[in-house]
């Protein structure tokens, strides 16, 4: 069982920076894909980025791609979230997973922490 920790959200004005943690715990990090989703009141869970074990690849939503960066450290069991030139339309709920493949399905990842709050105001 593989439990997940997101930190790091907060209020943020248009055009600020964030940078997102998710630690985990009781399983072997490395062997994983991590996600980020997030989700609007309102609105459905969408991906947002995700990486492979390693690090190497990295997949990301149209709405973020050159805003936002995924990365990993494995010694630290730790996934990123590097969130820059936020704009109030990113605000939501993030959340972190960890599945087999790193891809667009929520449905692929398995584990799943609790979220935290990222608000961007105008």
């Known amino acids: 069982q593989v439990q997940l920790v997101e930190s790091g959200g907060g209020l943020v004005q248009a055009g600020g920076f964030l940078r997102l943690s998710c630690v985990a715990s009781?399983?072997?990090?490395?062997?994983?894909?991590m996600g980020w989703f997030r989700q609007a009141p309102g609105k459905e869970r969408e991906f947002v980025a995700a990486i492979n074990w390693s690090g190497d690849l990295t997949y990301y939503a149209d709405s973020v791609k050159g805003r936002f960066t995924i990365s990993r450290d494995n010694a630290k069991n730790t996934v990123y979230l590097q969130m820059n030139s936020l704009k109030p339309e990113d605000t939501a709920i993030y959340y972190c997973?960890?599945?087999?493949?790193?891809?667009?399905?929520?449905?692929?990842?398995?584990?799943w922490g609790q979220g935290t709050q990222v608000t961007v105001s105008s």
């Open positions: 009781g399983g072997t990090f490395s062997s994983y894909a």
């Open positions: 997973a960890a599945g087999s493949l790193p891809v667009v399905a929520p449905i692929v990842y398995k584990y």
